[in-house]
Nanobody, 114 residues
Framework: QLQLRESGGGLAQAGGSLRVSCAGSGIFQNLTIMAWYRQVPGKQRERVAIIVGGDTNYLESVKGRFTISRGNAKNTVNLQMDNLKPEDTAVYYC?????????WGPGTQVTVAS
């Protein structure tokens, strides 16, 4: 059974950088698709970045500032966040489709102070 666990995040100043990572466990298969979403209280969860094989796609507002990449270990994915803005403050979730389900991690808080 696939489990996803985020790490990293925390507090940064506007203009600073943070990195969040996600590790998948419990399966032998390689995850082709992994993504990062974020959610602010009272708002819908939005997809920040996705990696499909080696191809990536980003939310328009983070293009040029965020980079999604696969980690060295199997089923790991990182999100490097540079030039952070206060509006990037949210809980960031790692997600991946597996066996006809969408699996989510518990999330990690990212707070950007102005």
């Amino acid at each position: 059974q696939l489990q996803l666990r985020e790490s990293g995040g925390g507090l940064a100043q506007a203009g600073g950088s943070l990195r969040v990572s996600c590790a998948g466990s419990g399966i032998f298969q390689n995850l082709t698709i992994m993504a990062w979403y974020r959610q602010v209280p009272g708002k819908q969860r939005e997809r920040v970045a996705i990696i499909v094989g080696g191809d990536t796609n980003y939310l328009e507002s983070v293009k040029g500032r965020f980079t999604i990449s696969r980690g060295n270990a199997k089923n790991t994915v990182n999100l490097q966040m540079d030039n952070l803005k206060p509006e990037d403050t949210a809980v960031y979730y790692c997600t991946a489709p597996f066996n006809s389900r969408v699996v989510w991690g518990p999330g990690t808080q990212v707070t950007v102070a102005s």
